[in-house]
Nanobody
Framework: QVQLVESGGGLVQAGGSLRLSCAASGSIFSINSMGWYRQAPGKQRELVATITRGSRTNYADSVKGRFTISKDTANNTVYLQMNSLKPEDTAVYYC???????????????WGQGTQVTVSS
């Protein structure tokens, strides 16, 4: 069983900052990548940022230069530092991990329960 537990969401004024954390635990053999997605009301879930085992990062154009993804490999944790927040960043943010639970098993995607980020104007 794998669990992804997010924390750090909340309410912030436009221009402010928040830092999200996501810790993966349970039966984990290897993590290929971790990332953050978000879903605003009435919209589809979209990629925010990902980071690979080799620390290669990828960002949505809408957050480049404002958000930074990082990881603590030893603790299977990924972070999302969000600066210069805008009202349009308001969404539920979901943690995602692409991992294998055993040697020679396939890699699958796992999701956290989501954390609300609300940016007021």
């Amino acid at each position: 069983q794998v669990q992804l537990v997010e924390s750090g969401g909340g309410l912030v004024q436009a221009g402010g900052s928040l830092r999200l954390s996501c810790a993966a635990s349970g039966s984990i053999f290897s993590i290929n990548s971790m990332g953050w997605y978000r879903q605003a009301p009435g919209k589809q879930r979209e990629l925010v940022a990902t980071i690979t085992r080799g620390s290669r990062t990828n960002y949505a154009d809408s957050v480049k230069g404002r958000f930074t993804i990082s990881k603590d490999t030893a603790n299977n944790t990924v972070y999302l530092q969000m600066n210069s927040l805008k009202p349009e960043d308001t969404a539920v943010y979901y943690c995602n991990a692409h991992l294998a639970t055993m040697m020679y098993s396939s890699y699958n995607y796992y999701w956290g329960q989501g954390t609300q980020v609300t940016v007021s104007s």
